[in-house]
């Protein structure tokens, strides 16, 4: 493992727990970083956990339950893990949710409630919570999972595609932040924002045999993907929208 593309690197993922949590802890693992990973579901966390150690040869994969709606909390996350570490030089955030409605005018306003601290809120606290640990590494990376809605609206996707798009807003600020952090030598840290239509794993193909999933993006290939921000230069990824899908 310490011979892997991200030796030595100690990367936080927020949103552990889900599918695409459990592909990147893997994944960046396998890399040969130092995994953190955070969930509001604890046995949901550790089973992924668990098993990303188990697939990853015993790599260090570690987690904790963290309510990343509460800003002090997740500072205090932050905080451990650099202290712990010594350093962290990534969060990728997957904490995800979805409401839609079945026409503009049918929207629920609770939806918005609700997608606004799911997909809004965490991204502003992690960020808050971060940053300055990413500004000290030599390669700080955000990486935000976004989606196309959020770039080209349906009308029964209003609440969601505008909880993205300020999550999206949010993150470009801190490329920002980032890039004026560098000064002319440039960033060495980036906030980049990977782009999917919709995500798909394997529990999806079991219970859909017959499901096309057009355009959908394998919860595997996205772990690859958020690997692959390392790989790049900080001023090549910073403040940009990385497409894994056809661009609307």
């Known amino acids: 493992m310490g011979n892997g593309a991200l030796s030595g690197a100690v990367i936080a993922v ?9 592909a990147a802890l893997l994944r960046l693992a396998e890399a040969g970083a130092t995994v953190v990973g955070a969930d509001n ?3 949901r966390l550790a089973e992924a956990v668990d098993a990303a150690r188990y697939a990853g040869g ?13 800003l002090q909390s997740t500072r205090d ?20 949710g979805w409401r839609g409605s079945e026409t503009f005018t049918k929207t629920n306003l609770d939806d918005w409630d609700l997608l606004e601290l799911l997909l809004v ?3 502003q606290h992690t960020s808050l919570a971060f940053h300055e640990a990413l500004q000290r590494s030599d390669r700080g990376r955000y990486v935000l999972i976004s989606a196309s809605g959020a770039t080209r609206p349906t009308a029964g996707n209003a609440a969601y595609a505008a909880a993205k798009a300020a999550a999206e807003a949010w993150t470009l600020a801190m490329g920002d932040y980032f890039r ?6 440039g960033p060495t840290s980036a906030a980049a924002i990977l782009v999917v239509k919709a995500l798909v794993h ?3 193909r079991a219970d859909r045999p017959n499901a096309k999933f057009a355009g959908f993006t394998d ?4 772990a690859d993907a958020i690997a692959g921000v390392w790989e790049k230069p900080a001023a090549e990824v910073n403040g940009n929208r990385l497409w894994l899908t056809e661009k609307p």
């Open 14 to 22: 927020a949103g552990a727990g889900g599918p695409a949590g459990r």
């Open 41 to 43: 579901d604890p046995e």
């Open 58 to 70: 015993g790599a260090t994969v570690t987690g904790e339950p963290v309510d990343l709606l509460d």
């Open 77 to 96: 996350w932050a905080a451990r893990t650099e202290k712990e570490f010594g350093h962290v030089d990534g969060l990728v955030h997957l904490v995800g």
């Open 121 to 123: 809120r965490t991204v």
């Open 180 to 185: 004026k952090a560098g000064g002319e030598r």
């Open 202 to 204: 394997d529990a999806m």
């Open 219 to 222: 919860v595997k290939d996205l």
